[in-house]
C-alpha cells in the first residue's frame, strides 16, 4: 500500500541537524526524488534561512515566496514550484520569520490554505536548517517524524544533541530518526550513530533514536552540486545514489508501523500556534 492511497495520513518528515553542511539540502533534495521515483507525490518545504537552499541545489529561481502568500498577492497554489525532476517545492525560506509571528486572522487564513494542499501530496519533506534557532525548532516540533542528520565531525555529534536535548526536554519530542551522512565506510557510520545514542542515553534518558541508515562520502554529491541537479539523477549508480535509495526505501518500510497524530492541518496548526 502507498501513502495517499487514502489509507494513510501525509506524512511530514523535517531534516535537521545541529551543525550546518553536513548536507541536509542534499539529504532533502536528494530523498525528495527518491521518494517520488517510488510513487510518492512529494513536496519540499524550504524552511531554511542559510545560504545554498533548496532552490539553488535545484537551479530553480523562484519568483515568488510565502511572503507573496502572507502579502496577499498570491495564493499558496500559485507559489509552488513543479520541479521536472518530478516532485514539487514551496519556496518558504525568505518568509520564516513570518511564518511564525503571524495575527491571528493571517493564521486562519493560512491553515485553509495549508488545509487544502493536503489531498495533492503524500510526503511533506521540510529542510529546517541547522541550529537551536526558534524557528528550527518550531518546525521539528510540528513535524511528526524527524530526521537528525549528522557526520563524522565532533562538532556535528554536540550540536546534533543540543538540538534533541532542546526538543525533548522544552518540546517535549521523545522519538528521532539519525541519517549518517557522508561516513567512509558502513562501520564507521554505524560507529558515529552509536556515540550519538550514548550521549544522548547516558544524558537524557530514554529516547528513541532510530538509525535510518547511511549515505557515503561520495564526489558526486559536489560534482551534481555543482550542476545544480540531484545526485540521484545526475549518477544514478555512484554510492551515494545508492545510499539515498537505500534510506528512501527504509522510510517507506516505517509508514506501517507509524502512528498518525493527525494529518497537515495538525502541522500547520501545531506550528502556527505554538
Ligand atoms: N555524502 C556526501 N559526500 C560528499 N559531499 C557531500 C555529501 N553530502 C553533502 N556533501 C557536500 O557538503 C556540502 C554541504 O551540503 P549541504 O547539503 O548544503 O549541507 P547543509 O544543508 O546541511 O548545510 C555540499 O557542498 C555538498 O555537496
Ligand atoms: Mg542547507
Redesign the pocket.
Known amino acids: 500500500m502507498r501513502v495517499g492511497d487514502g489509507q494513510a495520513g501525509l506524512r511530514v518528515i523535517s531534516v535537521t ?1 545541529g551543525k ?7 539529504v532533502v533534495a536528494n530523498l525528495a526524488l527518491a521518494l517520488t521515483r517510488m510513487g510518492n507525490r512529494v513536496l519540499i518545504l524550504d524552511a531554511d534561512l542559510g545560504l ?1 537552499n533548496v532552490d539553488v541545489l535545484l537551479g530553480l529561481n523562484p519568483r515568488y515566496t510565502i511572503q507573496h502568500v502572507f502579502s496577499g498577492e498570491k495564493k499558496l497554489q500559485e507559489i509552488i514550484i513543479n520541479v521536472p525532476a518530478g516532485f514539487h517545492l514551496l519556496p518558504a525560506a525568505s518568509g520564516i520569520q513570518e511564518l511564525t509571528d503571524l495575527s491571528q486572522s493571517q493564521r486562519m487564513f493560512l491553515l485553509d490554505e495549508f488545509d487544502a494542499l493536503q489531498k495533492f501530496f503524500d510526503i511533506l519533506l521540510i529542510d529546517t536548517g ?1 541550529g537551536i534557532s526558534s524557528n528550527v525548532m518550531y518546525f521539528n516540533f510540528a513535524a511528526m517524524e524527524k530526521v537528525v542528520v549528522i557526520t563524522n565531525e565532533p562538532a556535528s555529534l554536540t550540536d546534533a544533541y543540543a538540538v534533541i536535548k532542546i526538543l525533548s526536554k522544552k518540546y517535549k519530542q521523545k522519538k528521532f530518526m539519525v541519517l549518517v ?2 561516513a567512509k565506510t558502513k562501520s564507521e557510520a554505524n560507529g558515529i550513530y552509536k556515540h550519538l545514542c550514548l550521549v544522548v542515553d547516558r544524558f537524557l534518558g530514554s529516547l528513541s533514536l532510530d538509525y535510518l541508515g547511511w ?5 558526486h ?2 560534482k551534481a ?1 555543482r550542476q545544480q541537479q540531484p545526485v540521484v539523477d545526475l549518477y544514478p549508480l555512484s554510492k ?1 545514489s545508492k545510499g539515498f535509495m537505500e534510506v528512501a526505501e527504509r522510510l517507506m518500510a516505517r509508514q506501517e508501523n507509524l502512528d498518525f497524530e493527525g494529518d497537515i492541518k495538525f502541522f500547520w496548526q501545531r506550528l502556527l500556534s505554538h
Open positions: 541537524s550546518g553542511g553536513v548536507g541536509k539540502t542534499s545554498g541547522a551522512n557522508a549515505i557515503p562520502y561520495d564526489e554529491v559536489p552540486v551515494a
